[in-house]
């Protein structure tokens, strides 16, 4: 069945330490999101890649990066410039950005 | 500009309905709908489109206002299963990212 993976489910980062979140879809879709979750925020767009080799930052992409290399996967980097990491990150895929988007189950990253 | 959904939780009884809005300071393009389970991923449920149609799935259903700038989603005879986070998210031009509001809580008791 086709979907989207997201690994790992739970995360921890030390102070000062980069992560890499990972997001992998096999529907064939052009779009991919990341989405950032806090309690009563609802979801906040970090990142969005409309095709490979080309993404756009959203509202908060301060303190993370991306990639997109391959159309399937779109790894989400949590650098140690983001001084407030601990959330709920959701990845999410669509046809076209005007399509409805599938989402994965999410990685729950929290500070040691 | 995040659009502002109401009310920000409703509690009801098996069988009662429930309406829930999604309002913007802006013109809109399409406005979709999501519900999210606790513990797991939102799930698409419909778009509308500007021009005012209504469209529905299953016992639940939504209009978008294009003069309000609103849309409502009407939940009827509502089931345990309807319990979540419902989130409308919007979209200004057709091909720009949506732009989720902060989500409604509802709890469906027996």
């Known amino acids: 069945d086709g979907g989207i993976t997201q690994s790992p489910k739970y995360l921890f980062r030390k102070e000062g330490q980069n992560v890499t979140l990972s997001c992998e879809q096999n529907?064939?879709?052009?779009?991919m999101y990341w989405y950032r979750q806090d309690p009563g925020q609802g979801l906040r767009l970090i990142y969005y890649?409309?095709?490979?080799?080309?993404?756009q930052k959203g509202d908060i992409a301060e303190g993370y990066s991306v990639s997109r290399e391959k159309k399937e996967s779109f790894p989400l980097t949590v650098t140690s410039a983001q001084k407030n990491p601990t959330a709920f990150y959701l990845c999410?895929?669509?046809?076209?950005?005007?399509?409805?988007?599938?989402f994965g189950d999410g990685t729950r990253l929290s500070i040691l | 500009q995040q659009p502002v959904q109401s009310p920000q939780a409703v509690i009801l009884r098996e069988g009662e309905d429930a309406v829930i809005n999604c309002s913007s300071s802006?013109?809109?393009?399409?406005v979709h709908w999501y519900r999210q389970k606790h513990g797991e991923a939102p799930v698409f449920l419909m778009i509308?489109?500007?021009?005012?149609e209504q469209k529905g799935h299953e016992k639940i259903s939504a209009s978008f206002n294009e003069k309000k700038q609103q849309s409502s989603l009407y939940l009827t005879a509502s089931q345990l299963s309807y319990s979540g986070t419902y989130f409308c998210?919007?979209?200004?031009?057709?091909?720009?990212?949506?732009?989720f509001g902060k989500g409604t809580r509802l709890s469906v008791i027996a």
């Open positions: 999410a895929s669509s046809r076209r950005v005007q399509q409805p988007q599938h």
């Open positions: 529907l064939n879709h052009d779009a």
């Open positions: 890649s409309q095709i490979v080799n080309d993404f």
């Open positions: 802006k013109a809109l393009y399409s």
């Open positions: 509308l489109l500007k021009g005012g």
């Open positions: 998210g919007t979209d200004r031009t057709g091909n720009t990212p949506l732009v």
